[in-house]
């Protein structure tokens, strides 16, 4: 699996969200959610770089209950 970033030292905090579906004013946008893969890739990159992580809700369509990273920064 490719890497998501090549260096996340510089972040300390990692905020991953979905997009959620809009009406603008070129038309509408369509929701869109990252592959899981991509996010977990993410994630553990994060982690190797001693960020904190924050999950938005939005990333867990169609798994209810799921328990997401809630982290903030110090």
Known sequence: ?????????MFDWVVIG???ET???GGLVPAFSPPFEWVAR?????????CRVHLKPNLVNGNPGMKLPD???A
């Open 23 to 25: 009406r603008q004013e």
């Open 42 to 50: 993410l994630v553990a990159q994060a982690r190797e770089a001693s």
């Open 71 to 73: 982290e903030y920064p």
């Open 18 to 20: 979905a997009q959620t």
């Open 1 to 9: 699996m490719s890497q998501a970033f090549s260096d996340l030292s």
